[in-house]
């Protein structure tokens, strides 16, 4: 069955650096997502895409988060300057069409010092 | 904010049990939909139910919707170790049908042997 694919599983950075995750959503799916699960919290939404643009962003998503789909097959969460309070597990979903299920990738855990 | 609680936060049953766990949320909403996440992994995607559906069965999964209550229930019967997870369900928002899941608090279930 096809997967969500999340590089890398785990990122340590020092603060004030910039980090990338990566994702690589199911081939024919069309809408795109990015959440993020501080330890023991709930799963948070940061940010929605769907043909290439930024349909919806949580007010976690500020100026230092942007997103890109620069091929069309990977999908990246980037955070400019990395705080310690974004230390968290990064999660991105995709799915076919609207109202269908989320597929979600195993996650990143950021770690940020 | 569209989602409400989950209660219990946490329960601990012996394998062969049911275990019920309960969902409240906020908003008007298209569709609920139930995840499991093992720990430190991403969510599963169990089961779907429709704002004009009361009740759907997925092999021993039993999920109920209460729209006037705002409610949803997710029943595991004849539980295994192996269903020891978190629980979460999550809203589509009515106004918003392509947009973000919304997810509660969750449930911690531990089935024990």
């Known amino acids: 069955e096809p997967e969500v694919t999340q590089t890398p599983s785990h990122q340590v950075t020092q603060m004030g650096q910039e980090v990338i995750l990566r994702c690589v959503p199911i081939?024919?799916?069309?809408?795109f997502y990015w959440y993020r699960q501080i330890l023991g919290q709930k799963v948070e939404f940061l940010v929605s895409?769907?043909?290439?643009?930024?349909?919806?962003k949580s007010e976690i998503f500020d100026d230092q988060f942007s997103v890109e789909r620069p091929d069309g097959s990977n999908f990246t969460l980037k955070i400019r300057s990395t705080k310690l309070e974004d230390s968290a597990m990064y999660f991105c979903?995709?799915?076919?069409?609207?109202?269908?299920?989320?597929?979600f990738g195993n996650g990143t855990r950021l770690t940020v010092t | 904010s569209q989602q409400g609680e989950e209660d219990p936060q946490a329960l601990s049953i012996q394998e062969g049990e049911n275990a019920t766990m309960n969902c409240s949320y906020k908003?008007?909403?298209?569709?609920l939909q139930w995840y499991r996440q093992n720990s430190g992994r991403g969510l599963v995607h169990l089961i779907l139910i429709r704002s004009n559906e009361r009740e759907k069965h997925s092999g021993r999964l039993r999920v109920t919707l209460d729209t006037s209550k705002k409610s949803s229930s997710l029943l595991i019967t004849a539980s295994r170790a192996a269903d020891t997870a978190s629980y979460f369900c999550?809203?589509?928002?009515?106004?918003?049908?392509?947009?973000?899941?919304?997810f509660g608090q969750g449930t911690e279930l531990s089935v024990k042997p």
């Open positions: 979903a995709s799915r076919r069409q609207e109202n269908s299920p989320l597929h």
């Open positions: 081939s024919n799916h069309l809408y």
């Open positions: 999550a809203t589509v928002s009515f106004y918003n049908q392509g947009g973000k899941l919304i």
């Open positions: 895409f769907y043909n290439n643009e930024i349909s919806e």
């Open positions: 908003t008007s909403i298209n569709n």
